[in-house]
T-cell receptor
Framework: AQKITQTQPGMFVQEKEAVTLDCTYD???????LFWYKQPSSGEMIFLIY??????QNATEGRYSLNFQKARKSANLVISASQLGDSAMYFC????????????FGGGTRLMVKP | GAGVSQSPRYKVAKRGQDVALRCDPI?????LFWYQQALGQGPEFLTY????????KSGLPSDRFFAERPEGSVSTLKIQRTQQEDSAVYLC????????????FGDGTRLSIL
């Protein structure tokens, strides 16, 4: 079984500063993928970034980067230069390495960006 | 449009009624997933299709829940004899078949059972 833990229910960050959202996971699968999604108040789930368990380098997508520490089973999301539009719920998720990649989600972190 | 389309956006039903939720995935996406998201929680997996084949339905909470994708494109999630605990947002996602491809979500259907 796979499990995702997000220990920060809510976080504040000042506009233009960087913020790290924590995510730890547990799985016995040797191959897996880690995903981060953003869910604004409007409800849609927006894919942000992906990290494969065998990837040697941390994933980056624009202002988003993933701090992947495999031995510690953590996959923290770093958002640089926060913007007001970054205020939303953020979900960490993982999927198995095969093609039936159903996702297991964490409980989410609500990020609030202060002007 | 180019994204996953779900309808209706909102659905209110009386306890005991049957409801049907529709999902139109991204064209060419072989895999289709349904998730249930309770208020303030992360989505939870319900069922998974690869083309028209339902390969995993382990997340369906009871036999009142039924999903189909008869032609490998549009999918319908049906809930029979709805109960108040069925109130949630139902999210549909689609992806390419390749492992660890990101799933692209629709806006969801917010179901309220009175």
């Amino acid at each position: 079984a796979q499990k995702i833990t997000q220990t920060q229910p809510g976080m504040f960050v000042q506009e233009k500063e960087a913020v790290t959202l924590d995510c730890t996971y547990d799985t016995s699968d040797p191959s897996y993928g880690l995903f981060w999604y953003k869910q604004p108040s409007s409800g849609e789930m927006i894919f942000l970034i992906y990290q494969g368990s065998y990837d040697q380098q941390n994933a980056t997508e624009g202002r988003y980067s993933l701090n992947f520490q495999k031995a510690r089973k953590s996959a923290n999301l770093v958002i640089s230069a926060s913007q007001l539009g970054d205020s939303a719920m953020y979900f960490c998720a993982m999927g198995p390495g095969n093609a039936g990649n159903m996702l297991t989600f964490g409980g989410g972190t609500r990020l609030m960006v202060k002007p | 449009g180019a994204g996953v389309s779900q309808s209706p956006r909102y659905k209110v039903a009386k306890r005991g009624q049957d409801v049907a939720l529709r999902c139109d995935p991204i064209s060419g996406h072989v895999s289709l997933f349904w998730y249930q998201q309770a208020l303030g929680q992360g989505p939870e997996f319900l069922t998974y299709f690869q083309n028209e084949a339902q390969l995993d339905k382990s997340g369906l909470p009871s036999d009142r829940f039924f999903a189909e994708r008869p032609e490998g494109s549009v999918s319908t999630l049906k809930i029979q004899r709805t109960q108040q605990e069925d109130s949630a947002v139902y999210l549909c996602a689609s992806s390419l078949r390749t492992a660890n491809q990101p799933q692209h979500f629709g806006d969801g259907t917010r179901l309220s059972i009175l």
